[in-house]
């Protein structure tokens, strides 16, 4: 392709994101460096610290983590290259920096299992059992693969190798990477800000404008994580919306912060609008067990078995 061609820088990424996935990483080196000294971008600073990763530490140009700290500066909104980040530094044994990096992953993505289980395993190398023993647990009921990953090495604090993340588009505005977030609280008290969107969500989801109450909710997780009800409401709306994968991350991560009937119940309806019954009825069952006389669990089960 021609290099004025308005493809052809493009182009030039995509051949450097082959080269990444054939092992050829003086190459794709070559081909990124030279794509950022033209106009930086955080696509390609990103891949660039992903091939420093995998060439070593004894590899010509900055390290790794050098060049996702600049990623991160290019777009603070994608949790992609945050996770990235910190999972390098993990890989460095620099649990400080990888716990650090690692909770803006998570802020910005609740629902990143990976980040939440690497996130875990930084946490008890620095000797936080419990907070990691949370974080483990919460990347289990995110995602099936943590559970197995542990069962072939019981007993090792270890996470996956080969969990960073390429980039494989370039010069896209950061607002079409991810919805923006509010990254700039500091001027205020973040409790009390939180809990003003957390307000606004609510006010929003009442009135059926999921749309608003959703936006509204995802900035009051992003300014406190870990509020279930901000989760519990953002997974109904998101149910009522239709997207049931979001809705049911959302409402896992609210359990997990506080394992309450109602928001089982809602998780229940999720599922059974995924069409995911077999889940659905062990909801259900859980729910029994623990309050024999819940008659909407009771309505649910008998809605499965016709």
């Given at each position: 392709?021609?290099?004025?061609?308005?493809?052809?820088?493009?182009?030039?990424?995509?051949?450097?994101?082959?080269?990444?996935?054939?092992?050829?990483?003086?190459?794709?080196?070559?081909?990124?460096?030279?794509?950022?000294?033209?106009?930086?971008?955080?696509?390609?600073?990103?891949?660039?610290?992903?091939?420093?990763?995998?060439?070593?530490?004894?590899?010509?140009?900055?390290?790794?983590?050098?060049?996702?700290?600049?990623?991160?500066?290019?777009?603070?909104?994608?949790?992609?290259?945050?996770?990235?980040?910190?999972?390098?530094?993990?890989?460095?044994?620099?649990?400080?920096?990888?716990?650090?990096?690692?909770?803006?992953?998570v802020r910005?993505?609740?629902?990143?299992?990976?980040?939440?289980?690497?996130?875990?395993?930084?946490?008890?190398?620095?000797?936080?059992?419990?907070?990691?023993?949370?974080?483990?647990?919460?990347a289990r009921?995110?995602?099936?693969?943590?559970?197995?990953?542990?069962?072939?090495?019981?007993?090792?604090?270890?996470a996956p190798?080969?969990?960073?993340?390429?980039?494989?588009?370039?010069?896209?505005?950061?607002?079409?990477?991810?919805?923006?977030?509010?990254?700039?609280?500091?001027?205020?008290?973040?409790?009390?800000?939180?809990?003003?969107?957390?307000?606004?969500?609510?006010?929003?989801?009442?009135?059926?404008?999921?749309?608003?109450?959703?936006?509204?909710?995802?900035?009051?997780?992003?300014?406190?994580?870990?509020?279930?009800?901000?989760?519990?409401?953002?997974?109904?709306?998101?149910?009522?919306?239709?997207?049931?994968?979001?809705?049911?991350?959302?409402?896992?991560?609210?359990?997990?912060?506080?394992?309450?009937?109602?928001?089982?119940?809602?998780?229940?309806?999720?599922?059974?609008?995924?069409?995911?019954?077999?889940?659905?009825?062990?909801?259900?069952?859980?729910?029994?067990?623990?309050?024999?006389?819940?008659?909407?669990?009771?309505?649910?089960?008998?809605?499965?078995?016709?």
């Amino acid at each position: 392709m021609a290099p004025g061609h308005r493809l052809a820088r493009q182009a030039r990424f995509l051949s450097g994101v082959s080269l990444l996935h054939l092992g050829r990483h003086d190459q794709a080196f070559s081909t990124f460096a030279g794509l950022h000294r033209v106009k930086p971008d955080s696509a390609i600073v990103n891949n660039l610290g992903i091939v420093q990763l995998r060439r070593g530490p004894a590899a010509p140009g900055d390290r790794a983590v050098a060049y996702l700290q600049e990623a991160t500066r290019l777009d603070d909104t994608d949790s992609d290259l945050f996770f990235n980040l910190g999972y390098a530094f993990w890989l460095e044994k620099d649990q400080a920096n990888a716990i650090h990096w690692l909770r803006e992953a998570v802020r910005r993505n609740p629902a990143d299992d990976a980040a939440h289980y690497v996130l875990g395993v930084a946490l008890q190398s620095s000797g936080a059992t419990t907070e990691a023993a949370r974080e483990k647990e919460l990347a289990r009921r995110l995602s099936s693969e943590y559970a197995e990953w542990e069962a072939k090495q019981p007993g090792v604090n270890a996470a996956p190798r080969g969990l960073e993340r390429i980039k494989t588009d370039v010069d896209v505005p950061a607002s079409l990477r991810v919805e923006t977030m509010i990254v700039a609280a500091e001027q205020r008290d973040q409790r009390d800000l939180a809990a003003f969107h957390l307000q606004a969500g609510r006010r929003a989801y009442q009135a059926e404008r999921d749309a608003e109450a959703i936006a509204e909710l995802r900035r009051a997780v992003y300014l406190s994580p870990y509020q279930s009800e901000a989760h519990l409401l953002l997974g109904r709306a998101y149910l009522r919306s239709g997207r049931l994968d979001e809705a049911v991350d959302a409402l896992k991560i609210a359990l997990w912060i506080d394992d309450t009937i109602v928001g089982h119940l809602v998780l229940v309806e999720a599922y059974i609008q995924a069409r995911d019954l077999e889940t659905a009825r062990a909801e259900l069952t859980w729910i029994l067990k623990a309050d024999p006389q819940n008659a909407e669990a009771k309505q649910l089960l008998q809605r499965l078995e016709k």
